[in-house]
């Protein structure tokens, strides 16, 4: 950076501050998302050691997250398609 320490003279003290705390809860809820997806491969772990397949699951949450009535539309619209290439 280019002479730094009249870049910090630019900002009050009130404005480091709020800077400092943003910057640190973004690095806590990184660090929390971090920790979440850890335990979400853990669970995809254990079920996989339960016979389960993983990719599948995967899918199934995804689709799970979509809107039910889109959801169809995309898979009326795959349906067609594929019978129009002459694959279902």
């Known amino acids: ?5 009249s870049n910090i003279d630019v900002l009050n003290s009130t404005a480091q501050g709020q800077l400092k705390s943003i910057i640190e809860r973004i690095e806590r809820l990184e660090q929390e998302r971090a920790e979440v ?5 853990e ?3 254990e079920a996989k050691g339960n016979g389960f397949d993983v ?3 995967r899918k199934v949450v995804r689709i799970r997250k979509q809107d039910r009535a889109k959801r169809q539309e995309e898979e009326a619209l795959l349906d067609l398609y594929l019978s129009a290439i002459g694959e279902i």
Do not use: C, G, R
Request: proline share 0%; glycine share 0%.
């Open 43 to 45: 669970v995809f772990a």
């Open 55 to 57: 990719k599948t699951l």
């Open 37 to 41: 997806a850890e335990q979400i491969k």
């Open 1 to 5: 950076m280019a002479d730094d320490s």
